[in-house]
């Protein structure tokens, strides 16, 4: 049965966000992310005691897309 929408107002949408109005099948979000951290970054808890004093982080990455998506090609 087709859906009846009134006034719709959009004030904003982020890059990885789906807006609907009526009927939909599937919809399916996309979007990528590539995180550069320290050793011992995401590490939460109590007590955790890290020495790093000799850490780096190497960010050089040649091939650029790691994992293609539409949005790598609609850039």
């Known amino acids: 049965m087709p859906a009846q929408v009134g006034a719709v107002k959009v004030v904003n949408i982020s890059g990885s ?3 609907n109005i009526g009927d939909v ?8 992310a590539k995180t550069f951290a320290g050793g011992g970054s995401f590490n939460t808890g109590d007590g955790i005691h890290i020495d790093l004093s000799e850490s780096t982080t190497t960010v050089y990455d040649q091939d650029v897309v790691d994992q293609s998506t539409i949005e790598d090609f609609e850039k």
């Open 17 to 19: 966000a789906i807006f």
């Open 25 to 32: 099948y599937a919809m399916a979000p996309q979007s990528s």
